[in-house]
């Protein structure tokens, strides 16, 4: 991404967040598998927005880093998690163009980003034994041509592919793999949900 947009995105997202409520309930994926999180250890919660995946980390006894590129949302996070006592360290950072760092974590959650050529720094961020947690929007080929949610969300390098997900990982262990169908009526786009664990060194 250009400085331009890199600014212009941080912008949008900004406005995005300062209006935005926080401390709303974790990505789905997430919470239905808290059973699998470890009792201490160091996280990260990937384009974190309002740290909504952080909170419950950090609330399990996790030491939680959430990254994004939006300041304003890292600014009110950083202000809950202190007001909660959490253990949030917020980073402000442009992940498209600055990576995502060379620190090793535990857990590493992922909501509602998708920015592809990261997923290779994302499983080498894993530790031996980390889990993978990945929720986001697929492109659903059966249902495009039938439902708005799927056309309306844009540019389609934001959208998996069918299976892409769990392919994209493949060197992990897949814990839980599984893909809504896209609901014309609530107007819902079709999401891929992963749990995946490090088995083997990457
Ligand atoms: C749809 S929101 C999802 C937020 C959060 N993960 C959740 O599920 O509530 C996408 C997030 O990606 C962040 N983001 C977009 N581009 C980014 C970039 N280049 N670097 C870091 N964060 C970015 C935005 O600021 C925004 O918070």
């Not at 980073?91 to 992922?110: A, P």
């Not at 290779?120 to 986001?136: C, D, P, S, W």
Request: aromatic share 8%; glycine share 6%; charged share 20%.
């Amino acid at each position: 991404m250009s400085a331009f947009d890199a600014i212009a995105s941080r912008n949008k997202w900004n406005q995005r967040h300062g209006g935005r409520e926080l401390g709303t309930p974790a990505c789905e994926v997430l919470q239905t598998h808290l059973s699998l999180l470890p009792a201490q250890g160091r996280a990260l919660d990937l384009a974190c927005g309002l740290g909504r995946n952080a909170i419950l980390l950090a609330q399990h006894g996790l030491q939680c880093d959430a990254m994004d590129i939006s300041d304003v949302a890292l600014a009110r996070l950083a202000s809950y998690a202190n007001e909660h006592n959490l253990s949030i360290n917020t980073l402000c950072t442009d992940i498209e163009r600055d990576g995502i760092g060379d620190q090793q974590y535990d857990v590493i959650v992922v909501s509602y980003f998708l920015y592809r050529p990261l997923l290779n720094a994302i499983n080498l961020a894993l530790k031996l034994g980390g889990l993978l947690f990945y929720q986001t929007f697929v492109r659903s080929a059966s249902a495009t041509n039938l439902n708005k949610a799927q056309t309306k969300l844009g540019n389609p390098d934001f959208y998996l592919a069918e299976n892409e997900l769990q392919a994209q990982f493949n060197d992990l262990e897949i814990r839980y793999y599984h893909e809504t169908v896209p609901d014309q009526l609530s107007d819902t786009a079709a999401v891929a949900m992963l749990v995946a664990s490090k088995t083997t060194p990457h």
